[in-house]
């Protein structure tokens, strides 16, 4: 069994930084892709971002790209999102999730094993 635990969400005043990290237990971690998701009330789960088992390719979302960026420590079974010129409309639970194979995807589908999500909300 895999656990994901997601830290780092908390409250912000719009222009500022958060940083998100999601630790992995287990030992599979390595060769699988990992991604973030958020979801907003009354919104769906959306893609925000994903990385490829190595690191070597990430995807983000059109909402983010420029803002955010995802990252892993393969050696520390971590994964993070580094979060830039939070707005308002970035405000959701945010959850980490590790990939079904090691390739990136846009698709909750893809993906396994969900963690129970962290809280960001952006002030205005």
């Known amino acids: 069994q895999v656990q994901l635990v997601e830290s780092g969400g908390g409250l912000v005043q719009a222009g500022g930084s958060l940083r998100l990290s999601c630790a992995a237990s287990?030992?599979?971690?390595?060769?699988?892709?990992m991604g973030w998701f958020r979801q907003a009330p009354g919104n769906e789960r959306e893609f925000v971002a994903s990385?490829?088992?190595?690191?070597?390719?990430?995807d983000y979302a059109d909402s983010v790209q420029g803002r955010f960026t995802i990252s892993r420590d393969n050696s520390k079974n971590t994964v993070y999102l580094q979060m830039n010129s939070l707005n308002p409309e970035d405000t959701a639970v945010y959850y980490c999730a590790r990939g079904r194979s090691g390739v990136e995807s846009r698709f909750a589908t893809e993906y396994d094993y969900w963690g129970q999500g962290t809280q960001v909300t952006v002030s205005s």
């Open positions: 990385i490829y088992w190595s690191g070597v390719l990430t």
């Open positions: 287990g030992r599979t971690f390595t060769h699988h892709a």
